[in-house]
């Protein structure tokens, strides 16, 4: 098991950025495939940006060209780049990570907030 722990939530004004962060522990980070994930009030919590243990990642089409995720291997950690940040965006970001080959992502962190004003 894991336990993850997230980090760089804020607020910042449409246009600005944020880089979130998402410390892993507890088993050997390499074996774990970790997504972003956000929930706005009201809405299903959706998959933002996910990175594989090789590093290949997928986004979903509204962060496209807009956010990228990375991971630190030394450092176990993944992060979020967010530019060109939008109201739309702002959510409760949440990670969590999956031990591969399993596809579905059991461990979470507790979640940081972020809010985009206009």
């Known amino acids: 098991q894991v336990q993850l722990v997230e980090s760089g939530g804020g607020l910042v004004q449409t246009g600005g950025s944020l880089r979130l962060s998402c410390a892993v522990s507890?088993?050997?980070?390499?074996?774990?495939?970790v997504g972003w994930f956000r929930q706005a009030p009201g809405k299903q919590r959706e998959l933002v940006a996910a990175i594989g243990s090789g590093g290949s990642t997928n986004y979903a089409d509204s962060v496209k060209g807009r956010f990228t995720i990375t991971r630190d291997n030394a450092k176990n950690t993944v992060y979020l780049q967010m530019n060109s940040l939008k109201p739309e965006d702002a959510a409760e970001y949440l990670c969590g990570a999956r031990l591969l080959p399993q596809r579905d992502f059991r461990f979470w962190g507790q979640g940081t907030q972020v809010t985009v004003s206009s």
């Open positions: 507890g088993s050997a980070f390499s074996n774990y495939a």
